[in-house]
């Protein structure tokens, strides 16, 4: 489980996004770390279970993105995230693929899988496949359970206009128009600090999975 003490490391960082203070509290930033890696490990023996994709000799610190932030190009000048970011990805593959993610803020938790903003060509990929088998695709979205915990899988950010290499009457537009591919799911900060939190997280990503299948057809 996520411990207590993660969540008010990340809290006063929130409010003391700085290299001296970080530097100063560096011991609690490794301990809040060493949690969220423990945490992932758990996690990710679970998972290998659910989806056989997961490559097996993952390890969970890699898993664990960075803390530190690329602040070359943003005018945000914060040097730190405030939250862990897990992401596991499918088997053999370190990005561009769907995936798992998991966000640990204060206030601000939630489960995600599935593909974010695909590149152009994957896009692409995606949309052939919704255009073949939409069905199999909508079995999975509009089945009730996957209703409930994810909301409405059509009302993701979507084109303003039909892609060019479909019309606009097309039975699935509303699908083939999306950006992204997300089933997202809020979480409270006490649902992580549950004793079997692993578990219920893990069994929230069993829901996820064969939206992850589809995905992953689309592109091989």
Not at 193 to 209: F, N, R
Request: net charge positive; glycine share 4%; charged share 30%.
């Amino acid at each position: 489980m996520i411990q207590r003490h993660t969540f008010d490391f990340l809290a006063e960082l929130i409010k003391n996004n700085n290299r001296e203070w970080f530097q100063s509290n560096k011991a609690r930033y490794e301990a809040a770390r060493d949690n969220v890696i423990e945490f992932t490990t758990e996690l990710l023996k679970l998972l290998h279970k659910i989806d056989p994709n997961i490559d097996e000799a993952i390890d969970a610190k890699k898993c664990v993105m960075r803390i530190y932030r690329d602040i070359r190009f943003s005018k945000d000048k914060t040097p730190y995230k405030n939250h862990f970011g897990v992401s596991v990805p499918t088997k053999g593959i370190k990005a561009g693929r769907a995936e798992y993610f998991l966000h640990i803020s204060p206030g601000n938790c939630f489960i995600a899988g599935g593909y974010w903003m695909p590149e152009a060509d994957h896009l692409k990929a995606i949309r052939q496949e919704i255009d073949y088998n939409a069905n199999d695709l909508k079995k999975i979205i509009d089945a009730p359970e996957f209703v409930q915990l994810f909301g409405d899988f059509r009302k993701q950010e979507q084109t303003k206009s039909a892609p060019r290499e479909y019309s606009a009457d097309n039975e699935n537009i509303g699908l083939l128009k999306l950006k992204s591919f997300v089933a997202f799911r809020n979480l409270k900060d006490g649902e992580l600090m549950k004793k079997d939190s692993t578990g219920a997280i893990a069994a929230i990503c069993s829901k996820i999975y064969p939206l992850n299948v589809f995905l992953n057809n689309a592109l091989s």
